[in-house]
């Protein structure tokens, strides 16, 4: 298989993983990406051809180098010595006890082996960890202490493994060798890191002061760093190349760290890029251990001091022995930082935290075939397959207990491969201060988006002239679309039935005022007879669509049949008709036209009958439908018709109205205190990024 088709295949899996994620929220979606890998590899028989020497640059480098950007938060910080100090002494600790205790288990397994499987299995995943806290609310001191360690015990772990395979490769082992070794590759890979991040950043500002400011180059140019610090620290120093690509990541976000970025648009278009990186290398990840799998799987088969069962009874030993050590550190911990008794439901609860994630199976992949004397690497199926155990009932585990220990608080496990900037949560507040006392009434970001889109739509109607109609009416059509779903998504279902009801009773008001205005101008022969045909059956067809028992409720299916199938219908009638005839275009647009201008007769009429109460239907629902028909009557107008570059001009002028109070609106929000901050800064970045392409829409005209 070609390694193009292979990638392609890799991020489609990708891509149906979160699909599928989106619907089983209750699953990790890295274990809907280990089923997917073990779908590749027994039905299609596909296997990833897997090459040590860059596998870890490929998926080691970025991820370490993403954790070190997203590292410095203040509280992270200001427990800076016992986060750097769990996550080098905890690691060596499991490294030496818990490699020790896997030897005992599994005694055909050396001890090297060993120790490099127990090393490989202590570093954590970040997100994880982090979307486990939300739920079991740790004290903020062990969630700052767990959160910090799993950010920085890849690389001492990552260490760790590697002295151990290099071990077992060679067969050598110097005590006293390796404590010297381990003090020039760290030091050397944290001056390396340094260094090297200070002269790609001194080289990225010369070439802006140069005029070399191109967001896509400077992405770029960032994107590949992780990946030449690495190279140039593992192959010209021979330092740890993990190590600086942590501190690189690291030293670059404190010197990014600015009140004020001097390049925005650089700063959104990274991050959002990193994401995107992450989100793909996390997913392959995964699927290539499920893909793995049934390999190590085969050879463990047909080991005859090994079977399946003692393997799954290894893996299952292997996570008891890292979580009781985890546990017990965490447990003393808190008797020697915390003056009371410590809790041991705060330690099992910290311990679990501890789920495996990608850089475990990054670096358990990247075990090489052979050793140095030729020969196969001593049991490196078992070790694969306990690893990817462990990695699998750590997620398992944590999410049989999340619901035990949280049951009020139904927050999906996330890992790094479904973190994305949609993931970013409020920060946890306290209950009792003075800012939240006084913020009781807090508008979800639902409800703020439909706040600030309706002065959007009030800023459009005062700007409304006659000249512009046609642009108004549908700036604000495809205001009311999005306002409309945002209300379904604040209400309860029982609600929703109802506006679903009210629309559907005024929308067969509206289209039997169509079919009047239809009979009445046949009736005095201002329409062919085949244009009346025509436009009844479509009529009927809309008809049925809303008498249909499977309607979904999201009221959003109104744009697709009501806009763009009437809108494609007119203009195919249009063109095959011009063809036939030139006079058929006023027929279709006397049509249109008519009936829309008979449909709000109707409306009106209905609305206004003593049997119906207007005040008990939705005004929204009204309101959509009446701009809905006015929109069609600008449309048919032909004396209103405009050339298309005034039509774009005219839109883009009062997009740029529209966009200006939605601005004005989240300020009132802010300054009213009915949304926070964060939210603030998500509001405002959506409208930046209307604004965005918007200013693309101005640059293509005028090219």
Known sequence: MLIVEAVILLVVLVLISNVISHYLTFIPVSLIQIALGLVMALF??????????????????????NDGRRFPKRELWQLRGPIFANSILLVFLTTVVGGYLIYLMIPRLS?????????????TDPVAVQSISKRVKLPDRILH????ESLVNDASGLIAFKYAVAATVTGAFSLSHAVGDFLYISIMGFLAGFVLIWLIEFARNFLRRQGINDVVFNTVLQLMTPFVIYVLSEEMLHASGVIAVVTAGVVSHLQSNHIVEDSPELKLVSEKTWDVIVYLLNGIVFLILGDELPLATTKLIHDVHFNTFQAVGYAFGAWVILLLIRVIWIYLYQGITKPRRPSFRVALLAGLSGVRGAVTMAGVLSLPLLTATGQA????????FVAAGVIIISLVAAVITLPLVAPDNPVPLQT????????????????????????????????????IMRLAVSAVEEHRRIEN????????????????????????????????????????IGLQGEQSALDRLYTHHQISAQAYRSATRAIKRAMRRIDHPNRQLDLTILKNWSTFL?????????????????????????????????????LSKYLGADEVDPQALDKQAIYHLVVFYRNRVERARKDQRVSRSVYAQQLNQLRVIALGAERTGVQTLLESGNITWQMAGRLRQYINYSENVLMMAVNDELD
């Not at 299609?44 to 180098?65: G, R, S």
């Open 566 to 602: 009437h809108r494609t219908w007119l203009r195919i009638k249009m063109v095959i008709h011009h063809a036939k005839s030139p006079s058929s275009d006023n027929e279709w647009l006397l049509i249109d036209r008519e009936s829309a201008k008979s449909a709000i007769k109707a």
């Open 145 to 148: 202490l767990v959160s910090g």
């Open 416 to 451: 790094r491969a479904s973190f994305s900037d949609e993931d970013d949560e409020e920060p946890a507040e306290d209950e009792n201060s003075p800012e939240t006392l006084n913020q009781r009434y807090l508008m979800s970001e639902a409800e703020a988006r439909i706040y």
């Open 377 to 384: 690497f001593p049991q490196r199926s078992l070790v694969l």
């Open 469 to 508: 109609q046609r642009a108004a009416y549908d700036l604000i059509l495809d205001y009311q679309f999005i306002i409309r779903k945002l209300e379904l998504q604040t209400r309860d279902d029982e609600d929703r039935r109802q506006v679903v009801d009210d629309e559907v009773t005024l929308r067969k």
């Open 44 to 65: 299609w028989e596909m296997q990833i051809p897997l090459d040590t020497d860059w596998f870890l640059l490929l998926f080691i480098a970025p991820l370490l180098f």
């Open 111 to 123: 001890l090297s082996v060993s120790f490099a499987l127990a090393a490989i299995l202590s570093p």
